[in-house]
């Protein structure tokens, strides 16, 4: 809803390579502005470089309609990312409720590994990162902020909180071992409803040596903290050792992040 364009697209990585054979959809129809597209595409592609390929005409089908699946099932080939581009119908806009993308039911299911470039993602038998924080909740561990999973859910338990922090603000901190050239964080932010909740503000900060820097912020999104998504912050590109977040909290909840990336662009 809001958008100005008459095609909107959204695109899902697998994080590896995988065999697919169906792709559903569940649009959205609230009787008002989201409403099922009039036309809907689906392209697939194996590699993030490939070219994407659409799926074959009959696939899925013609109308696509709103509170109930959409199904396209084709022969099974090899998928990394999905792309779904959407023609509002008139002046309605799309929303979606669920994705899936089905495959064959093999165990064990490979895990991707974390994406290249994450200068936050900890790696097995490396000393860096470092991550610390001012305040860890007894019930979590700050080493689960930067172990390249990312659990929105309450289980499995895979989050740093500062859930019953004394402290109105509390920050986490990466060290990186060495200078880096930073740019762009991604705040995957923990919300239980409760005591848990995303920050009234948060801000961040890097290590020039001697004294903490706020660094010079060019975009983001959302403008608000939001939990259960990726809060992308982007800024002007600058080398540091180190790099932290301080989250203001809102009222008597405390912060939590499942995740914390940061990269170079």
């Known amino acids: 809803v809001g958008s100005e364009n008459a095609q909107d697209e959204l695109q899902l990585d697998l994080g590896m390579s995988r065999p697919v054979h169906t792709v ?3 649009f959205l129809d609230d009787g008002g ?19 994407w390929q659409p799926l074959p005409t009959g696939a899925g089908p013609e109308q696509p309609q709103g509170q109930r699946a959409s199904v396209w099932t084709f022969s099974q080939r090899a998928v990394r990312q999905v792309k779904i581009v959407m023609t509002h119908a008139g002046p309605h806009r799309t929303g979606l409720t669920e994705l899936e993308v089905w495959g064959p039911a093999e165990r064990p299911v490979a895990v991707p590994s974390a994406p290249e470039g994450n200068l936050a993602a900890r790696r097995a038998g490396a000393e860096y990162p470092k991550i610390t924080a001012s305040h860890t909740s007894r019930y979590d561990r700050v080493e689960l902020a930067n172990d390249g999973r990312a659990v929105f859910a309450a289980s ?18 990466l060290d990186f071992g060495s200078e880096q050239t930073v740019g762009r964080v991604e705040l995957l932010l923990y919300d239980d409803g409760g005591g848990v909740q995303p920050p009234e503000s948060y801000r961040i ?9 706020p660094v010079r912020e060019t975009g983001r999104l959302p403008q608000q903290p939001q939990g259960g998504v990726a809060n992308s912050v982007r800024f002007a590109s600058v080398r540091a050792g180190k790099l932290r977040v301080l989250f203001r909290h809102r009222g008597a909840s405390r912060s939590g992040v499942t995740e914390i990336e940061v990269w170079g662009d």
């Open 205 to 213: 900060e890097v290590w020039d040596g001697a004294v903490w820097q």
């Open 156 to 173: 499995p338990h895979n989050r740093w909180t500062s859930y019953e922090s004394p402290n109105a603000e509390d920050w986490l901190e």
């Open 24 to 26: 559903k959809l569940l």
């Open 33 to 51: 502005p989201v409403a099922a597209p009039e036309r809907c595409q689906v392209f697939v592609r194996e590699r993030v470089e490939g070219d």
